[in-house]
């Protein structure tokens, strides 16, 4: 097959996902038109799997790529696929050869939601995670993932800092260039003439000289030789180095910084000065240092990782609490991810001190927090996150739930049982999924359990298979007989109920491919329950072919 059939076989899909959006929308499932649309769309997947192991998509803000070719593009903002799938932080879709097309109606469901208008509360990247396809694979950008666009309106505006007095650096600018011998320097007042000389001199160097100046007064400090000018000097220091946090330029911070470090270790200087070196590198960490650095997260301005990563070294644990309270603040997901990333590097030595977010009225920073404690991956935060598995915020408690089962702590095991009983259908389907992840005996009981109860039977059908699906990773002995049992059950009431149920088991026993449940799904291959019959032939194929 050459890569131009590829190509067009690509942009085919594409199309073809492009009028079945439309089509869902439009139409309810037993319309014939929503049914074509589907079997035509399956069929273009199909056609391509027929020598393809695999569609990979790579997403951009207007495009899509395939085989780094181009197979749409669209810059306008409406019905603009690529655009779709980028805002919600999707940057690589892959649909796999095993593809069944129940998998991709389910897809074509999501795609077609308009989260502009209708009352949807999860991304697309949450609903897909849900879903948990097989078939579907994507790579999104954790930026997104943590949060959605709807409190930026409400968000507090950047207190935005008073921009200091030149007067004092101005001083020390002028002073320093008086002589080239900076040994018998003293400091000077200046007259108003000579600080507007000074001005306009710095105006037509736009060159920032912040830096320099700081150079300068370092070396100042240095060679002062009475306790007035040691004073003078160190106090203009200070609202340099915290003038520098102003300027939007973290680059000149850092590198103030590290200006500051080195004097503040080397053995040449006297424990005074590293002392009060060292104080002025601890002021990074104060409420007021990074506040003035919130307003230069959340622009547009790129920020280069190299530099974030420098400046993230200079701090404490004692800047965690202004961090949280500024990831409140900001307003661009640009600026979330740099504080957030810098909260998961500090909260790795104080995870307590991160956990005290958790008790934010603001279910936003409460489901941020949740993602950075589940990123650090310390099993002790188990025990500050179980209560957040009952917030009364919906989309806190599917990432509390999500965060506790990857944390795969046993004290979690009791808050995940009660959260199988939750109102909330896509909070059960997130705690079934949650005890899969600790894998434990004791979760597998639990799923069990619930799986044996009356109330499971009269549960939606696609609740119940994810139970079973996350069964399906125990193929343990009590498992399987669980598992047939259920096939073998007889009721003379609630029968359709019933053979969801066995549909269930089937699909779990073919997952599992196990061999000594052919005798029994053979029994039902016949069965007059349509969607019974056919769980139970995909289930004896794949075990057959095993």
């Known amino acids: 097959m050459e890569v131009s059939e590829d190509i067009k076989a690509a942009k085919d899909v594409i199309q073809a996902f492009l009028k079945a959006k439309k089509a869902v929308r439009m139409y309810p499932e037993n319309n014939p038109i929503y049914k074509k649309t589907i079997d035509d769309t399956f069929s273009r997947f199909s056609d391509l799997f027929s020598y393809r192991d695999e569609l990979?998509?790579?997403?951009?803000?207007?495009?899509?790529?395939?085989?780094?070719?181009?197979?749409?593009?669209?810059?306008?903002?409406?019905?603009?696929?690529?655009?779709?799938?980028?805002?919600?932080?999707?940057r690589e879709l892959t649909f796999m050869k095993g593809l069944s097309q129940p998998e991709m109606e389910e897809f074509v469901k999501i795609i077609a939601l308009d989260f502009d208008r209708e009352a949807v509360d999860d991304d697309i990247v949450t609903l897909l995670w849900e879903k948990d396809f097989h078939n579907i694979k994507y790579v999104a950008d954790d930026a997104f993932l943590v949060e959605d666009e709807d409190f930026e309106k409400t968000a507090i505006n950047q207190v935005k800092g008073k921009a200091p007095e030149p007067d004092e650096i101005l001083k020390a600018y002028a002073a320093a260039f008086e002589s080239e011998d900076v040994k018998g320097i003293s400091i000077v007042n200046l007259t108003d003439k000579d600080l507007q000389v000074l001005v306009k001199e710095m105006e037509k160097d736009t060159q920032d000289k912040t830096g320099k100046i700081y150079q300068i007064l370092l070396e100042m400090l240095s060679q002062a030789e009475s306790v007035p000018e040691y004073e003078d000097v160190l106090g203009l220091l200070r609202d340099v180095f915290s003038y520098s946090f102003k300027q939007k330029n973290l680059k000149i911070a850092v590198d103030i910084m590290q200006q500051t470090k080195?004097?503040?270790?080397?053995?040449?200087?006297?424990?005074?000065?590293?002392?009060?070196?060292?104080?002025?590198?601890?002021?990074?960490?104060?409420?007021?240092?990074?506040?003035?650095?919130?307003?230069?997260?959340?622009?547009?301005?790129?920020?280069?990782?190299?530099?974030?990563s420098e400046y993230t070294g200079f701090l404490n644990r004692t800047s965690i609490p202004p961090f949280i309270s500024l990831l409140g603040e900001l307003e661009s997901i640009h600026g979330r991810k740099i504080i957030i990333n810098i909260l998961i590097h500090l909260g790795k030595h104080d995870i307590q001190a991160v956990a005290k977010g958790l008790q934010d009225n603001r279910w936003f920073v409460v489901r941020n927090i949740i993602y950075i404690l589940r990123h650090i991956g310390d099993k002790k935060a188990v025990e500050y996150l179980l209560a957040t598995a009952k917030h009364t915020d919906e989309r806190v408690r599917k990432e509390a739930i999500k965060t506790?089962?990857?944390?795969?702590?046993?004290?979690?095991?009791?808050?995940?049982?009660?959260?199988?009983?939750?109102?909330?259908?896509?909070?059960?389907?997130?705690?079934?999924?949650?005890?899969?992840?600790?894998?434990?005996?004791?979760?597998?009981?639990?799923?069990?359990?619930?799986?044996?109860?009356?109330?499971?039977?009269?549960?939606?059908?696609?609740?119940?298979?994810?139970?079973?699906?996350?069964?399906?990773?125990?193929?343990?002995?009590?498992?399987?007989?669980?598992?047939?049992?259920?096939?073998?059950?007889?009721?003379?009431?609630?029968?359709?109920?019933?053979?969801?149920?066995?549909?269930c088991a089937a699909y779990c026993l073919g997952l599992m491919g196990s061999k000594d449940s052919l005798t029994v799904l053979s029994k039902?291959?016949?069965?007059?329950?349509?969607?019974?019959?056919?769980?139970?032939?995909?289930?004896?194929?794949?075990?057959?072919?095993?």
């Not at 590198?281 to 547009?300: C, H, P, R, T």
């Not at 039902?524 to 095993?546: F, M, P, Q, Y």
Request: glycine content about 4%; charged content about 35%; proline content about 1%.
């Open 56 to 90: 990979n998509l790579k997403i951009r803000q207007n495009e899509i790529f395939f085989d780094a070719e181009q197979v749409y593009a669209n810059t306008e903002k409406e019905d603009n696929l690529a655009l779709f799938f980028f805002k919600d932080g999707l």
């Open 262 to 308: 080195a004097l503040a270790e080397n053995p040449v200087f006297s424990d005074t000065i590293k002392r009060q070196m060292n104080l002025l590198l601890a002021s990074v960490n104060s409420e007021e240092s990074i506040k003035s650095l919130g307003e230069m997260f959340d622009s547009d301005a790129a920020l280069d990782e190299q530099v974030v």
């Open 404 to 503: 506790l089962g990857e944390l795969k702590n046993p004290l979690a095991l009791q808050t995940l049982r009660d959260c199988l009983d939750d109102a909330d259908p896509s909070i059960r389907k997130i705690a079934v999924k949650a005890l899969g992840s600790i894998g434990s005996e004791t979760a597998k009981r639990i799923i069990l359990e619930k799986a044996s109860g009356k109330a499971f039977r009269d549960k939606d059908f696609d609740e119940k298979r994810d139970f079973y699906e996350v069964l399906a990773q125990w193929n343990h002995a009590d498992v399987i007989d669980f598992l047939i049992g259920t096939l073998k059950k007889r009721t003379l009431f609630g029968k359709a109920k019933v053979d969801e149920n066995k549909a």
């Open 524 to 546: 039902l291959g016949d069965s007059k329950n349509k969607l019974l019959r056919e769980a139970v032939n995909t289930a004896i194929k794949k075990i057959e072919h095993v």
